[in-house]
């Protein structure tokens, strides 16, 4: 840690060779060291474990069953063996799928009696040519449980505030103690309980459940006051319930985060240093990395079996969303007949670098590459061209109700946007092209000592300088960029990211729900930039712990702009990344 701040204060000192001294200070700021094993975000098995008070929950629930004692068979009055009962309970889930919980009922047990017991009321009666009893005995239970979220364990965690599994089921099994009441003999006995639950939630939130039950509780066989009956080994109740539970805050976990240790720098005051001719050449390149609305690129993975799907590849030479309709029959048929084809089955499609993949006539290629905005048109004559030009139709993003005209991440391509509009890319100002960078250094302002390049140059010099990137870049750039990266050492490279304040979410606590998934859109960009970086060939000879990701303090730009298509918004969903080299 003390050779990195110290090679930083000396890199920032001498920027571009220069012999003068000047003083440095590093503002504070939370540094991750990314190369760790990073604990996957999109894995729905693994989630962060929550503190002791979150993940509780209250229930309540009535219902009714049936008594199954020793003195009920050969009696055929079935109907007097039903009883109403009454639970509640207090619980608190571990994990997404494992909790526990302790319910206390209260119910009454009522049937026949083959003998005069401390249950047995009434005068007798004869069945079958033997002698019954009515017996009833009134009862409460307390017991302690544990409960598996079968719908969970299967399927996954959902997430945070998703609209999938909504309808879970949940399997529980405990032990508890029973006493009777009201009896001229009062007794406890151990109780077995089984339960099978049905829960109906209301709300993404899920913070209520409608629940039905079916669940019965088995007790030791002298429960009706005859030890050792003949036909039933336990005593049981068998019954139905339905009822409510309300999950307490904090009520969902959380993905794991790829950062695991933080370092901190905390206003670290640099001496003046003094430079000798004999140093080498230090420079600081800087660039920014622009994505679309909802995308990091994080969770961002292909259907298909050993079809890669390379978000940085997408930003470069990508065209529409990468997904194309299944059946092109079907489509033919509702395009000619004008039917929607929002039913139709889509998958994915890999990406491509750029050269390597055929130019489409009419076809913009690359988000922010050039002028040319990256969503293409729905209408029968721009979706037959295209397919007679690469023989399948471009297809948007499904995702319940939305149509995304541009790749997003998976987790967030349910939220919702204010228009239609947003979920088009309509416009583009070149941001990613070598183009547009006088409108990203008047809105960027990038350091005084850095040289500014942009994501085209720089993908041309570490991947191809073929395609649409040839067109997007400068030649004498991306010739420096080389010379650079074939002469010289590359010390260090820092990324940062910025997401908007935009966010639709309405619901309870929207402003830190929106916070918070902004913050995780931020971080995810530059993680996405910097792990490109890493695995690239030109890069090779940097040590893992050479790249960083600042996890800034607060990432998110405040935004009052309906649009995401506007230039304030776009310029604000970027990484910026600065890279420290040296030639000697």
């Not at 440095?24 to 540094?31: A, E, F, G, L, P």
């Not at 019954?132 to 997430?159: H, P, V």
């Not at 935009?502 to 859109?521: S, T």
């Not at 971080?523 to 050479?546: D, H, Q």
């Amino acid at each position: 840690m003390r050779k990195f701040v110290w090679s930083m204060l000396v890199l920032l000192s001498v920027g571009w060779g220069s012999a003068s001294a000047q003083e440095i200070v590093s503002s504070d700021t939370t540094v991750c060291e990314v190369n760790q094993t990073p604990q996957p975000t999109d894995d729905h098995y693994r989630v962060v474990t929550n503190r002791f008070w979150d993940n509780w929950f209250i229930m309540g629930a009535v219902g009714g069953h049936m008594f199954a004692g020793d003195g009920c068979q050969g009696v055929s009055k079935m109907g007097e063996h039903y009883s109403p009962d009454f639970y509640m309970g207090l619980g608190k889930w571990f994990t997404p799928g494992i909790g526990a919980r302790v319910q206390f009922g209260v119910g009454r047990s009522q049937g026949h009696s083959d003998f005069e017991s401390v249950f047995a009321y009434g005068e007798p009666f004869i069945e079958n040519g033997k002698e019954y009893w009515r017996a009833k005995t009134d009862w409460w239970d307390i017991s302690a449980q544990a409960m598996f979220n079968l719908s969970r364990l299967i399927y996954g965690y959902e997430g945070k505030n998703s609209e999938r599994l909504k309808n879970q089921f949940i399997f529980t099994v405990g032990i508890g103690g029973v006493h009777h009441f009201n009896t001229p003999a009062r007794r406890n006995e151990w109780s077995g309980h089984f339960e099978l639950q049905y829960s109906r939630f209301f709300s993404k939130k899920k913070d209520w459940s409608l629940d039905f039950k079916l669940h019965s509780i088995l007790y030791q066989t002298n429960f009706d006051g005859k030890i050792g009956g003949q036909y039933t080994p336990w005593d049981a109740n068998h019954g139905v319930a339905v009822g409510f539970t309300y999950y307490f805050k904090k009520r969902h976990w959380d993905r794991c985060l790829p950062c695991e240790n933080p370092v901190y720098i905390n206003n670290v005051i640099a001496a003046p240093a003094t430079i000798v001719n004999e140093c080498p050449e230090y420079g600081v390149l800087e660039f920014y990395v622009f994505f679309p609305n909802n995308y990091s690129g994080r969770n961002d993975a292909p259907t298909m079996v050993d079809a890669p799907v390379n978000a940085i590849d997408y930003l470069a030479s990508g065209i529409f969303t990468q997904t194309k309709f299944d059946n092109t029959d079907a489509v033919a048929q509702r395009l000619a007949s004008g039917a929607s084809l929002s039913g139709l089955k889509t998958s994915d499609i890999p990406t491509q670098k750029a050269g390597e993949a055929p130019e489409i006539a009419g076809v913009t290629r690359g988000y922010e590459m050039s002028l040319s905005p990256i969503s293409l048109s729905m209408d029968a004559e721009s979706m037959n061209r295209f397919k007679e030009q690469t023989g399948y139709y471009y297809a948007p993003m499904y995702c319940q109700g939305n149509i995304w005209h541009y790749r997003v991440d998976t987790e967030t391509a349910m939220q919702k946007l204010i228009s239609e509009d947003n979920y088009k890319e309509g416009q583009s100002f070149g941001l990613n092209a070598h183009s547009g960078l006088g409108i990203v250094e008047q809105n960027m302002r990038p350091g005084a000592d850095s040289k500014l390049v942009s994501f085209a140059d720089i993908y041309a010099a570490v991947e191809n300088n073929k395609g649409n990137v040839a067109l997007a870049s400068d030649s004498a750039t991306v010739g420096r960029l080389n010379e650079i990266f074939e002469k010289g050492r590359l010390l260090y490279v820092v990324a940062e990211g910025l997401a908007t304040s935009q966010d639709n979410y309405i619901g309870e606590n929207a402003e830190e729900i929106g916070l918070e998934r902004n913050k995780k859109l931020a971080y995810n960009r530059a993680f996405t930039v910097v792990n490109w970086l890493k695995t690239n060939p030109k890069f090779k000879n940097m040590p893992g712990n050479a790249f960083l990701v600042n996890a800034l303090v607060n990432p998110v730009v405040e935004l009052n702009d309906e649009s995401v298509q506007g230039l304030n918004a776009k310029v604000k969903r970027s990484v910026k990344v600065r890279i420290f080299y040296a030639i000697d």
